[in-house]
């Protein structure tokens, strides 16, 4: 069965860093999404993606945060200098298509990757 | 305002019993879907059952069944014979139609642990 995959499942960074964390989505599927959970808490949208555009960001998803689709397979979300309250999982999902009507706009989601910035 | 709202923090269910888990949700838009999916201490998001506004029966997957009460703009899911493998965190999302990608937004989870 397909699935959304995300690398690394676990990242320790310094703060101030650069991270980049990987999805590979679904290949048939067209929309694409991060989403993020601080521990303990609920799941967060940040930004959705189509047509090599963004979507819809969140006010969470600032001028620190970018994505982007760089080959036909790759997702990424880059956070460009990391700071302590961005430690977090971060999901990454993708749907075929958009919209309400049918459980065919399901999102499916990756494991996630464990972001920790010390 | 919340969009979605799941009130119990914590539930305890014994093994082989049944469980509601609320959730109420806030909309106006006609069009909507309203998911379910459970949370593991391992840290996925596992997609559990769909229900979308328009649909005339209750979803049902399963062990799990969903029921949708539209004019009190309740989705409780319901999880049949409870299992210990259940013992996990679950999150009600509502998805609303607007934007070319819709995104998900979720309730603060319930935590569900199956006694023996």
């Known amino acids: 069965e397909p699935e959304v995959t995300q690398t690394p499942s676990h990242q320790v960074t310094q703060m101030g860093q650069e991270v980049i964390l990987r999805c590979v989505p679904i290949?048939?599927?067209?929309?694409f999404y991060w989403y993020r959970q601080i521990l303990g808490q609920k799941v967060e949208f940040l930004v959705s993606?189509?047509?090599?555009?963004?979507?819809?960001k969140s006010e969470i998803f600032d001028d620190q945060f970018s994505v982007e689709r760089p080959d036909g397979s790759n997702f990424t979300l880059k956070i460009r200098s990391t700071k302590l309250e961005d430690s977090a999982m971060y999901f990454c999902?993708?749907?075929?298509?958009?919209?309400?009507?049918?459980?065919?706009?399901?999102?499916?989601f990756g494991p996630g990757t464990r972001l920790t910035v010390l | 305002a919340q969009k979605i709202t799941q009130t119990q923090p914590g539930m305890f269910v014994q093994e082989k019993e049944a469980v509601t888990l609320d959730c109420t949700y806030d909309?106006?838009?006609?069009?909507?879907?309203l998911f379910w999916y459970k949370q593991p201490s391992s840290g996925e998001m596992i997609f559990l059952i769909y229900q979308g506004s328009y649909d005339q029966q209750n979803a049902t997957e399963g062990r799990y069944s969903l029921n949708f009460q539209k004019a009190r703009k309740s989705a409780n899911l319901v999880i049949s014979a409870s299992q210990l493998g259940d013992s996990a965190m679950y999150f009600c999302?509502?998805?609303?139609?607007?934007?070319?990608?819709?995104?998900?937004?979720f309730g603060t989870g319930t935590r569900l642990q199956v006694t023996l």
């Open positions: 909309t106006s838009d006609p069009s909507y879907g």
């Open positions: 290949s048939n599927h067209l929309y």
């Open positions: 999302a509502m998805r609303e139609r607007g934007g070319t990608a819709s995104k998900l937004t």
């Open positions: 993606f189509y047509n090599n555009e963004i979507s819809e």
């Open positions: 999902a993708s749907s075929l298509s958009s919209g309400t009507g049918i459980k065919e706009y399901e999102q499916f």
